[in-house]
C-alpha cells in the first residue's frame, strides 16, 4: 500500500504546514463533533431532542454509529504506537494507563450518578448498589472507558504474541470481531464493548506499523469500498426497523469503521478549530454530557423550544464547556489526576 517504508505515520509530514495542525487531532474533533451530536440530538426517539425513530435525523445517525466510537478507537491504537509497551517490562505502562483512564472514569462515574441521583432519589441501600454496579459494569457514555481500559490490560499478551506482524494484526482484529455481539445482555466491565472496538483499536496499530501513507491507488479503491458500504448500510438504516439497520459486529461495521479512519488519518482537512477540539478530546468525552443536559434545561426554562437553538446552542455547550472545566481542573494537583487523569 506505500512506497515508503512501513512504520511512518500515514500524514506525510513533508509538507511544510503547521505543526499544530495534526490530522489525528482533526480527526479527534470530528469524532467529538460525531459524538456531541449524538447526544444532543438523543439515541431514541424519547431522549434528548425527542426526533422519531422513523425521521431522517434519526436515521442519518444510525449511519453513523458505525464511524463514531470506531474513529475513537482507531486513533487510540494509532497514538499508542507512538509510545508503546515493553513486552517485557509492561507495569510502567499499565501503571500510567490506570492513572489516566481509571482516575477519571471512577470520578466521572460517580459524578454522573450522583447528579442523576439527585434528580431521581432512590434509598441509600439501592443508591449505594447502583453506583457499584456502574463501577463494574457498562454505564452511560463510560463503557468506552472500561472498554478501552480492559483493552490495554490485554496488550502485554497481544504485543508479546500478535500485535507485531502484519497477519498477527490481522488475527487479532477477526478474533475480536467474532466475538463482537449485537446486544449486551451481560457486560461486565464492558467486555462487549471491548470486543467492539478491539477490532478498530488494532486496525489503527497495524496502520501505523504496518500500511505507512496510503499511494492514489489504494486511497481511491478504499474510497470506493467506502462508499459502497455506507450505500448498503443507509439502505439498511432505512429499510429495516428503527435501530435494527446499525447493530455491531456486522461484516459493514467492521469495513467502515476500518477504512474511515484510515482515510481520515492521511486526508482530512488540516482544520485548526477541529484539532483545537481534539486536543481537548478526553475532556470533551467525560464532560460533554452535563452541559448538554444543562443547556438543555436553561433553554426549556426561557421557554425556547426552537430545534435548531437547541441542536446549536447544545452542541457548543458540550464543546466549550468541558474545555473550559478542563483548564480548571488541570490547575489543580488533585482535580488534574482525579478527573483528567494527569499527573
Not at 25 to 37: I, M, S, Y
Not at 263 to 287: D, E, K, M, Y
Amino acid at each position: 500500500m506505500s512506497s515508503r517504508a512501513p512504520g511512518k505515520p500515514l500524514a506525510a509530514g513533508t509538507v511544510a504546514v503547521p505543526k499544530a495542525i495534526d490530522r489525528v487531532q482533526v480527526t479527534r474533533g470530528l469524532a467529538c463533533l460525531l459524538l456531541v451530536l449524538f447526544h444532543v440530538v438523543g439515541g431514541k426517539a424519547d431522549d434528548g431532542l425527542r426526533i422519531a425513530d422513523a425521521s431522517i435525523g434519526r436515521q442519518v445517525l444510525d449511519v453513523l454509529l458505525y464511524v463514531r466510537m470506531p474513529l475513537f478507537a482507531f486513533i487510540s491504537g494509532y497514538v499508542y504506537t507512538f509510545k508503546p509497551l515493553d513486552p517485557a517490562r509492561p507495569g510502567r505502562f499499565l501503571q500510567g494507563k490506570l492513572r489516566r483512564l481509571a482516575l477519571p472514569l471512577l470520578s466521572a462515574t460517580t459524578l454522573f450518578y450522583l447528579v442523576a441521583l439527585a434528580r431521581a432519589p432512590m434509598p441509600p441501600a439501592d443508591a449505594a448498589a447502583g453506583l457499584l454496579h456502574a463501577y463494574f459494569f457498562s454505564y452511560e457514555i463510560y463503557w468506552f472507558l472500561q472498554a478501552m481500559l480492559l483493552i490495554f490490560l490485554l496488550l502485554p499478551l497481544l504485543e508479546r504474541f500478535l500485535l507485531g506482524s502484519p497477519r498477527g494484526c490481522a488475527m487479532a482484529v477477526l478474533v475480536a470481531f467474532l466475538l463482537t455481539v449485537p446486544a449486551e445482555p451481560f457486560d461486565f466491565l464492558s467486555i462487549n464493548g471491548a470486543a467492539f472496538l478491539a477490532p478498530f483499536f488494532f486496525i489503527g496499530i497495524a496502520a501505523r506499523r504496518f500500511i505507512g501513507e496510503l499511494t492514489p491507488n489504494w486511497t481511491w479503491l478504499l474510497l470506493a469500498i467506502l462508499v459502497v458500504a455506507f450505500a448498503l448500510h443507509a439502505y439498511n438504516v432505512a429499510t429495516m426497523p428503527p435501530h435494527m439497520g446499525a447493530r455491531r459486529g456486522t461484516w459493514l461495521s467492521l469495513i467502515i469503521g476500518g477504512i474511515s479512519p484510515l482515510l481520515l488519518i492521511g486526508h482530512v482537512p488540516r482544520v485548526a478549530l477541529l484539532a483545537r477540539i481534539g486536543a481537548s478530546s478526553f475532556a470533551i468525552f467525560l464532560f460533554h454530557i452535563f452541559f448538554i443536559v444543562a443547556m438543555r434545561m436553561l433553554l426549556k426554562t426561557l421557554g425556547i423550544e426552537s430545534f435548531a437553538i437547541h441542536l446549536i446552542a447544545g452542541l457548543a455547550a458540550a464543546i466549550a464547556g468541558p474545555m473550559l472545566l478542563e483548564a480548571l481542573l488541570a490547575k489543580g494537583k488533585v482535580t488534574r489526576r482525579l478527573f483528567l487523569g494527569l499527573r
